[in-house]
């Protein structure tokens, strides 16, 4: 695209046309993607993937992937792999330029010494309760450290033996000397260094015991990589005037611009890493990949196309405002993307067995179904039709109300691409439950679009002697509350989970075309859903679908759907 994007405009567009039309760095663009790898990317880092690689696309320019790799007690290789995944599977690609920050350490720390020559940051010795208590409050200004007045030299001295290792943890710190007056908290002579021995950094082992903030890396490193437009989320926007004071102190040739814009707010869901790594660690979601969490690779597991997330990150557009996204919004427009693409299968979740005895014994016959009922070019399927089949039970009433339109004692209905069948017999076991169905079929009936007589009712099945025994996972909204991560750091956000938020079905029926299914594909089982092979079936040697979505925003329907069965295990 380049000079004037097609793409819809928004502020950060403006800035970017505004510097290219004045030629600011050159005429350049770059942007990059700055991860921590603490845990798993979510639907909020997918905003941000979007719009520093979109950006980069649209006007010709570059984004790199960087880890911003400061604090190893809690990052690991797995959240780096998983990071890098994520990004590639939403379409875009870093090439060559995949960075880490600690492959700045170096240089990094020669910039903190050229910040203590100019007289600009110090060593300190007290401890973090008491640099607390030093900073002040949003109301009363803070008290400079007694260890501020530090002359250049003795900070030279006890920088290098920090990093030396003669200093235990807690100790000391490195501080930018800046002003403890300043309103804005963040400039109350920040902490630039601290010291962590006993731990070994997946990038650099154990060269270092020594870790700059976040603050101070992030920042000198979009210098390094010539970064010109760095776009970041509203929480950062009283960490910008830190941003620039480093980059102006130490004197960096490139100086980028740092922009905010509102973070995603999803109902139902939250997006708090911190309260993320608690649900894992405590157990509440099965891992970071559960289906029910909001991270890109749940995302992926439970069925959701790259191509849909990328369309609701385009829609929900790029804002300085606050907004809370509802989750239908992203539930619709995944059902939009799957119904253009997902191949149509038949599926009984909650099989009753039918048996029709006017049909012989031993005969098959193959019916055909479209792949696509929209769409004639993705051609056909066949099904195997028997005498004895699988309809769902819900499609079968005894006693039923008046505007029922399935199945019911001496009533007919369609079997889809098969027979008009009428049941002459309900079957029960010893305490009263139906456990089968006899019926009689109308020959004449056969096919998908039959002349002749018509019924109200048309309902899925599969035949039962050739259908694949499955387990279907019925995912459902993570949290009861819309909003759960306003909860207060006092309270327990647990306690807005669904206790719905997943029910399985252990013995649910499929049509056997998808025994060649692969994880990770995605179909609509007709009247039921769009469902997902999930990648734990080859782990645990039975096929696993998850429901990806339902046929339409079904939030009130699915709200009665839990008043029936508990959570857990069914049928």
Known sequence: ????????????RQIIEADLRAHKHGGRVATRFPPEPNGYLHIGHAKSICLNFGIAEDYGGTCNLRFDDTNPHKENIEFIVAIKEDVRWLGYDWQDRLYFASGYFE?????ARTLIYKGKAYVCDLGTEEIRTFRGT????????????????????????????????GSRVLRAKIDMASPNINMRDPTIYRIRHGVVHHQTGEEWCIYPMYDFTHCLSDSIEGITHSLCTLEFEDHRPL????LDEIGVPCHPQQIEFSRLSLQYTLTSKRRLTQLVEQGHVEDWDDPRMPTIAGMRR??????????????????????????????????????????????????????????????LEQVEAPNHPQDESRGTHTLPFTREIYIDRHDFMEDPPKQFKRLTPGGEVRLRYAYVIR??????????????????????????????????????????????????????????????????????????????????????????????????????????????????????GKAIFNRTVTLRDSWAKIEQEQHAPKPGTEN
């Open 1 to 12: 695209m380049h000079e004037e994007s097609r793409r819809p405009g928004n502020f950060i």
């Open 107 to 111: 240089q990094l720390y020669d910039y």
């Open 138 to 169: 949003l109301t009363e200004p803070g008290r400079d450290s007694p260890y501020r007045n530090r002359s250049v030299e003795e900070n030279l001295d006890l920088f290098a033996r920090m990093r030396a290792g003669e200093f235990p943890d």
């Open 243 to 246: 941003y620039d004071w480093f």
């Open 302 to 363: 439970r069925g959701y196309t790259p191509a849909a997330i990328r369309d609701f990150c385009e829609r929900i557009g790029v804002t300085k405002a606050d907004n809370l996204v509802e989750m239908s919004l992203l539930e619709n427009i995944v059902r939009e993307d799957l119904d253009r693409k997902a191949p149509r299968r038949m599926a009984v979740l909650h099989p009753l067995k039918v048996v029709i005895e006017d049909y012989p014994e031993g005969q």
């Open 423 to 540: 049941c002459t017999e309900v079957i029960k076991d010893e305490r009263g439950e139906i456990v089968e169905l006899r019926c009689s079929h109308d020959p004449a009936t056969r096919g998908a679009n039959p002349q002749g007589r018509k019924v109200k009712g048309v309902i899925h099945w599969v035949s039962a002697t050739h259908a694949r025994e499955v387990e279907i996972r019925l995912y459902d909204r993570l949290f009861e509350h819309p909003t759960p991560d306003k909860v207060g750091d006092g309270k327990d956000f647990t306690k807005l989970l669904n206790p719905n938020s997943l029910r399985t079905l252990t013995r649910s029926y499929v049509e056997p075309s998808l025994e060649q299914a692969k994880p990770g594909d995605t179909f609509q089982f007709e009247r039921e859903g769009y469902f997902s092979l999930d990648a734990a079936s080859t782990r645990e």
